[in-house]
């Protein structure tokens, strides 16, 4: 699904075909209709059988993403709401049954996210969503392939999630393992139960040295060393970043530096100057070969105990062998690390100021698939304003959306069949639907025509390993008072080429 903006991105345009389209039974909400708009053809949810459960995990209560994941789940519920207001889901072309959502928290950790998974699985729930970062959602996601339950990823882009691919499947070559693996000629063989409404973790390495290499600031830093998580995410995110950074133009990855999880500051500092020799194989630090620029893939209470790291060691007269781009290189943060950053210290907080920038997925909020997101959202609730817009929302939203919709194509609860209509409601071709439409894309599937989903989140083309190809990304930059700001929007790379 291809969008536009005036600029880098495209917008289709949507040709509304004259459907005998469908007015809800159920009243609309004080804000008015969420779905959209077609007022021909009636139907009404089916308020007699039981409703389909479906699950959403997220960090409610407890760890360092709670905020935002609470943002989620606000997505999931109006998505739920728009489908109980308008027709329902499985049944025939005048109403289906309602959807029930049952949310759990995972407290982003891994053991409870997949303690809960199983039971949403007791519980029955059709399909879920989930649930957090990469060790929760790896964890989640287990029980769900297992029970041949399908998982929809909203946040999580570790590649250890993704399934084997066709080719891979075919290759003798390949052991094909019955959990996640990111490994050379591995695959999980996943039954393509898990769908991610996310580019994979490679594609997010990918299209940080896509933009670095294009920007003319960033562009002239030939030298860079890489700080990367030991997980599911950092290390694809960092190997991508590293395959894609030197190219050309004479650039190198001098440092590829591996930390723990919840590395502290003091961690930081010690492999900034020295590295980890000791470790297996031996880590270098941070600043061998002397880097222009430090591309740094952590969560946020992690990059912030960076800044802290690099800060005091800035300031520390005593280390005299201090390389000479110490106190001018520059930073890139890759992954969701946009955030307040007004607690740092004074010290701390000037180099984020100056020399920080970072890339996380974005939406286009002057495109058309995003104003109908809006839209769709103010109706749910007129009491938002635009300080309430956050990628979580849409983000939820449109994987629910996909995973009903297929669903729907499929007019079954059975996984595999709603599966393997996933791409048949995702990808083109067919009529754009978007945001607030699942009573009109609902029509069109019950009228025998082919849909193609335009996401609130940017596009929605799924591969054959269940995760999309390509999505609309920011560069943010930092606010004197401690937010952050888009400072460019761009499309990225394909995280399957």
Known sequence: ??????????????????????????????????????????????????????????????GPSANVEKLGAIGFEMFIDEVNRNCGTVGTETGGLKLEGVEKDGKDDGPTAGTVAGE????????????????????????????????????????????????QLDDAGVTKTTTPVFAANQCW????????????????GKTAAKWVKADPVYSLLLNAAEVFRNDGFGKPTEAAFAAAFPTEGGRTVSARVVYPPNATKDQFKTLIKDGNPTATPAVPAVVVGNPQLIVVTTRVGEFKAF??????????????????????CRFIGVGTLSDNYSSLSANAFAIWRDRVVGTEPYYN???????????????????????????EKPATYDTMMVLTLAMVKANSTDSSVIRDAIQDVANPPGTVVYPGEFKKARALLFAGEDID???????????DTGFIRSKDFRVWAPNADGTVSTKDVFESAYSDQ
């Open 1 to 62: 699904m291809r969008q536009v903006c005036a600029w880098l991105f495209s917008v289709p345009a949507a040709l509304f075909l004259s459907l005998a389209a469908c007015t809800s039974d159920d009243p609309a909400p004080a804000g008015g209709d969420p779905a959209g708009g077609d007022p021909g053809i009636t139907c009404s949810a089916n308020t007699t059988d039981p409703a389909l459960k479906v699950g959403g995990i997220f960090t409610l209560t407890t």
């Open 120 to 167: 949403l699985i007791t519980e029955g729930v059709v399909m879920m969503i989930g649930a957090s970062g990469s060790l929760p959602t790896t964890e989640a996601a287990k029980p769900a392939v297992a029970a041949g339950k399908l998982f929809g990823l909203w946040k999580s882009a570790s590649d250890l999630l993704q399934g084997c691919t066709q080719a």
């Open 189 to 204: 063989d996943n039954g393509h139960y898990v769908m991610g409404n996310q580019l994979t973790s490679t594609g997010f």
């Open 307 to 328: 800044l802290e790291a690099w800060a005091e060691l800035s300031a520390d007269a005593t280390w005299t062998t201090k390389p000479s781009n110490f106190d001018t």
């Open 365 to 391: 909020p002057t495109g058309v698939a995003y104003e109908k997101f809006w839209t769709a959202y103010q109706n749910y609730d007129p009491s938002v304003t635009e300080a309430d817009a956050y990628w």
């Open 453 to 463: 989903y335009e996401g609130g989140t940017g596009h929605v083309d799924i591969t």
